[in-house]
């Protein structure tokens, strides 16, 4: 369901559901969230209600006639940064449509990191995000408008509207209903802190490559050790610190050993 609040936004719809959850983006590019918005498992749960966007361009809450939102840093420098009073407003409306609840939550490279546990502990019915562009926001803006600071990586970025949109994917994903099947959710990599495991499908040679005979032999029980085997043998391999935070179970440790024998001398 979406929300075009501002500028040369379309609406569908215009009620807000009790239980959906929904986010409000503070952008100069509303359009860029609107098109990502587009596709695959967000665009479903948007149509399906489960969750919503609305975006709010702060250009449409400039006072001046050229529509003014950022300007030249205090003490030089290159680049420009994004006025505080456009946002505030923007903010603002964005806040006054959920009677004042929401966090506030700064999309920036100082911000903490963020993971797919803390979404999983995530106990909100909706977020606001504001995308910065430039060098950034107005500090005062910061301290009077934003409760927390976000960032999706040690990488820099042009802004902050693809780390909302990566947010709100992984968010919405986890919402009640959003994956058909609502096993998918609770297997994925991360949920328990271990790396997927290898996948096939037909053809079953593939350039002269078989598709590992246990997984066709139907026995289940031999499947999921198989699967968590690998599991536990790539994430050893490629990500030794995400088990380091993950105690083993007897039957995982067990395969976890088999796992480097058979594959010693790989
Ligand atoms: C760190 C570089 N900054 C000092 C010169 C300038 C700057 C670069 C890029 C300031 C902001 C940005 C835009 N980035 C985001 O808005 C952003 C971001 C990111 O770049 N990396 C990871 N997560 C995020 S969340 C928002």
Redo the contacts with the bound molecule.
Sequence with gaps: MWYWRTGEWLSIGNLIIDDAMHFDVITLFPALIRDVSKYGILSRALDMGICSISCWNPRDYCTDRYRTIDDRPYGGG??MVMMAEPLAKAINAARMQHENKRKVI??????E?VTHAKFQDLDETGLIFI??????IDERLIRTEVDE????????????????MVIIEAITRLQPGVLGNDLSASQDTFSDDLLDCPQFTRPEQYDGDRVPDVLLSGNHREIDQWRLKQSLGRTSEKRPDLLESRKLTQLEQRLLDEYKQENRDH
């Excluded at 700064?106 to 911000?111: A, C, D, I, K, V």
């Excluded at 995308?131 to 950034?136: A, D, L, N, S, V």
Aim: negative net charge; charged residues 15%; hydrophobic residues 25%.
């Design positions: 290159p680049g700064y999309l920036s490279p100082q911000g990191k995308c910065g562009r430039y060098e950034g600071q976000w960032s999706i990586g040690d990488y820099v970025l042009a802004g902050g509207e693809l780390p909302a």
